[in-house]
């Protein structure tokens, strides 16, 4: 089963800022406490991340992805699960927008699990994922 949710947030930041903070995925560890550890496997002509493996621990369960992204205009990166050992599915949508006093982040995540797991418990595990994600987000490019 797979569930998509979306949250947003405004940052007082560039989209500049909010963008490369985004990108710079070796440094999620850094911020996100279920990420071990983050390895670009290549990079776009442009030298943003084309190809992500992510190892992470979540809920006393460790996994393994890969995520390949795409950037279909300068507002939106988008993520595409390849690979996974216990997720099944996972694509996310960044949209930076820019607004008076910085920039409002939409973030969509939709993602499924190998494991049955209760609709309910899966939502609360995407929800908690994506609050993480946008509160680092935020934190990082506003400091």
Known sequence: MSNSIAESTTIKATAD????????????????????????????????????????????????YTLVYSYPDEATIETHLTEGDAIVKQDQTYGITPV???????YQLDMAVKWTVPDFMLKAIINKGIKGTLTGIKSRSES
């Not at 943003?48 to 621990?57: C, G, Q, Y």
């Open 17 to 64: 800022k909010v963008r490369s903070t985004i990108l710079d995925v070796e440094a999620y560890p850094t911020w996100q406490k279920e990420m071990l550890q983050v390895k670009i496997v290549d990079k776009d002509a442009l030298g943003r991340p084309a190809t992500v493996k992510f190892d992470i621990s979540a809920m006393g369960q460790k996994a393994s």
């Open 100 to 106: 008076a006093d910085g920039v409002e982040l939409n």
